[in-house]
């Protein structure tokens, strides 16, 4: 209950996200024309001016017809000290005045506030037929864990929140069967394996939600998800690197229950402190820190191995590492004066076929979003991997480009065998 009754002072002096009981009526007229037990209703208070007060209307009993979980926001009834559950309709938006008002019952949590502004706005911005009629000023609502967004026509899940970027993962464009979650009549597939990190300032649109019982559910099922793909996941060894929670790892030791390791992140991260290392003809960004992952940790809660390094590579590294902190900095890059680096990397689009000057091996381009290429080796096709190409430091010479119908053929080769590797959980 709220501190403070305000029966007696009037329609006005209510505050956006106050819980009112109130007529559902204006005139005698429309009062005869309700049912007994629907005259009243609980009303939620979105919008205030000078001289009006606007609300959405709530009901105990939702349309079963309505599938989509975005019209509806529930309140518990434990949560307001309601008779029964409520949801609120946020498709039905009223003009209240001062004799339809009865009492206040309660006010939303700053939480189910800032919910309810987003499940408003994503209705306005969506395809759904009937919209709310509410001025998007007074949707100011706050991004939080749990929320889709799309950049550029890809859509990412938010995982946590920094202070100036948001780490995600992204959703697949293309939903499979055997590979997603449903949830509220929606089917999702994320892609846990690789945390992404956005910038705060980046032009992104808001559309979807999850609550914290949702988010629970996301995050069980990317436990079972990581320990499912990873059943049969290749032996750990020195030069590989291991994603576990989202995280990448380099492990540079190996003890009997351990693994010595320091974390590294995508050459496009860039801050002070950073030193570089190799793998697989792709340079990661590292600070060094020493760390440990304990394999009873790893084989309890999944995870996969990204790829392994050289030979040569772990030997260069391990000169790296082993230099004191200055000299490590200051080394950056020049373990790739060796590559070749192509004259123009806007040449590097799919279907060219490019050959990887670290191995002497060929790899055709199968995708390409900004300067991320997605990869496979054109006699290996589980040898596929996605690399950030720089213009300074770019492994991959110009070949060829493939024709059409040989591009089509490696496509479904492709497909085919991702489709496999889902079916046995590979």
Not at 78 to 89: A, F, P, R
Not at 217 to 229: D, G, S, T, V
């Amino acid at each position: 209950m709220v501190d403070e009754i305000k029966e007696a002072n009037g329609i006005l002096t209510l505050d956006i996200g106050d819980i009112i009981w109130a007529k559902r009526y204006k005139t005698e007229e429309e009062m005869r024309k309700l049912k007994k037990g629907h005259k009243e209703s609980p009303y939620v208070i979105i919008k205030k001016t000078k001289t009006k007060v606007v609300a959405l209307q709530c009901t105990s009993n939702p349309h079963n017809e309505i599938t989509w979980k975005i019209p509806y926001y529930p309140l518990g009834r434990l949560n307001y000290e309601m008779h029964k559950n409520s949801y609120i309709n946020c498709l039905k938006v009223y003009e209240l005045n001062e004799n339809q008002y009865v009492k206040t019952i309660g006010k939303l949590s700053s939480y189910d506030l800032n919910q309810l502004k987003k499940h408003l706005y994503i209705l306005i911005n969506s395809g759904f037929k009937t919209k709310p009629k509410i001025e998007k000023k007074y949707l100011n609502y706050k991004i939080s864990i749990g929320d889709i967004i799309i950049i550029n026509n890809n859509k990412y899940y938010i995982n946590n929140i920094k202070k100036s970027e948001y780490e995600v993962y992204r959703i697949k464009k293309h939903i499979k069967k055997c590979n997603n979650i449903l949830i509220n009549n929606t089917y999702y597939s994320f892609i846990f394996e690789n945390k992404e990190r956005i910038s705060k300032k980046s032009n992104y649109t808001l559309i979807d939600t999850f609550n914290t019982g949702e988010i629970e559910i996301i995050n069980q099922y990317k436990i079972e998800q990581l320990k499912e793909k990873n059943k049969k996941s290749s032996s750990i060894n020195i030069g590989s690197i291991v994603i576990y929670n989202g995280n990448m790892y380099y492990v540079y030791n190996i003890d009997k229950d351990i693994y010595n390791v320091y974390q590294i992140y995508s050459s496009n991260i860039s801050k002070l402190g950073m030193g570089d290392i190799l793998v697989k003809g792709g340079v990661y960004r590292t600070f060094f820190a020493t760390s440990i992952l304990k394999k009873i940790n790893l084989e309890k809660n999944g995870y996969s191995i990204r790829r392994n390094a050289s030979k040569e590579e772990i030997e260069y590294n391990n000169k790296i590492f082993n230099l004191p902190k200055e000299d490590r900095i200051k080394a950056r890059k020049k373990l790739t004066s060796r590559l070749l680096i192509t004259d123009d990397i806007n040449a590097l689009v799919p279907m060219s076929i490019v050959k990887n000057e670290n191995n002497n091996k060929y790899y055709l381009i199968i995708d390409k979003k900004d300067n991320i290429i997605e990869v496979v080796n054109i006699n290996d096709l589980k040898d596929t991997f996605y690399f950030e190409l720089e213009q300074d430091n770019c492994p991959f010479k110009y070949y060829r480009i493939l024709s059409k119908e040989d591009y089509d053929r490696y496509i479904m080769k492709i497909n085919e065998l991702k489709e496999t590797l889902l079916k046995f959980n590979i």
